[in-house]
Nanobody, 113 residues
Framework: VQLQASGGGLVQAGGSLRLSCAAS????????MGWYRQTPGNERELTAT???????KYADSVKGRFTISRDNAKNTVYLQMDSLKPEDTAVYYC????????WGQGTQVTVSS
């Protein structure tokens, strides 16, 4: 499975960004897609995940501000990030899991105060 992420960039606090990640290759219908994020010196942490069956998990820190969605026909997951805060600044990694875990290339999100 290959993951191609897009989106990210620089935004002022209170602004919005949208991340996209498309999966390609041999994909089992039952899977989990989502996003983790990482800041320097810290471990990668779950931001939001969405199963092919529709189950969603959010980190407490993003609940009410971030919305994850997916298009199963396109094997693409989206992360709409609203009301961004400087503490959301991180490298965001696309995540895919069926029988194996896969990571996309990181995309930088920087929120200025």
């Amino acid at each position: 499975v290959q993951l191609q992420a897009s989106g990210g960039g620089l935004v002022q606090a209170g602004g919005s960004l949208r991340l996209s990640c498309a999966a390609s290759g041999t994909i089992f219908k039952t899977n989990i897609m989502g996003w983790y994020r990482q800041t320097p010196g810290n471990e990668r942490e779950l931001t939001a995940t969405l199963t092919s069956g529709g189950d969603i998990k959010y980190a407490d820190s993003v609940k009410g501000r971030f919305t994850i969605s997916r298009d199963n026909a396109k094997n693409t997951v989206y992360l709409q990030m609203d009301s961004l805060k400087p503490e959301d600044t991180a490298v965001y990694y696309c995540y895919f899991f069926d029988l194996t875990k896969y990571w996309g290339q990181g995309t930088q999100v920087t929120v200025s105060s």
